[in-house]
C-alpha cells in the first residue's frame, strides 16, 4: 500500500503564514532593541535609571523580554482586532503608534543621563520601527 501526498497537502495555509510572519515580526522587534541596546552600551551608554523608588539597570536581557512582550501583545491586539473590524491593520497602528508616544514620556521623568534618555527613546523607536510595518503586512 503506498500513500501519497500532494504539494497541496504540505503547503503552510495563509493564516499559517500569516502566524509565522508575525511570529518572525515580534523576534525580529526584540531583536533590533537588543541590538540597540548593545550599541549604547558599547559606546558608553549605562542604561541606569533611578528615581525615589530605587535604581535599576535596563540589562539586555530586560530589553529583550519587553521587547517580545509588548510583540506579543501588539500580535494579540491586531488578533483582537481582526475578528471584530475590517479597518483592524489601521485601528491596530493608530494604537501602536499610541503606545509608543505614551511610552516615551515617563523616560524623560527618570533620573537618568542624556545618554540613557536617548538610548532608551532609541530602543522604544526600535521596537516601533520593526514591528508596525511587519505586521501590517498581510
Do not use: N, Q, Y
Amino acid at each position: 500500500m503506498t500513500i501519497t501526498t500532494s504539494a497541496a497537502a504540505v503547503r503552510p495555509t495563509s493564516a499559517t503564514r500569516r502566524r509565522l510572519r508575525r511570529a518572525g515580526s515580534v523576534l525580529a522587534a526584540a531583536a533590533a532593541a537588543g541590538v540597540v541596546s548593545l550599541v549604547g552600551s558599547a559606546v558608553g551608554v549605562d542604561f541606569l535609571l533611578s528615581d525615589s523608588m530605587g535604581a535599576v539597570v535596563i540589562s539586555l536581557p530586560i530589553v529583550l523580554i519587553f521587547g517580545t512582550a509588548f510583540g506579543v501583545l501588539g500580535w494579540a491586539a491586531l488578533a483582537v482586532l481582526e475578528r471584530f473590524t475590517a479597518k483592524a491593520r489601521a485601528i491596530w497602528t493608530g494604537l501602536a503608534v499610541a503606545v509608543l508616544a505614551l511610552s516615551l514620556p515617563p523616560i524623560f521623568l527618570e533620573d537618568a543621563t542624556a545618554g540613557t534618555k536617548i538610548g532608551l527613546v532609541l530602543v522604544h523607536g526600535a521596537v516601533a520601527a520593526v514591528l508596525i510595518p511587519l505586521m501590517r503586512r498581510k
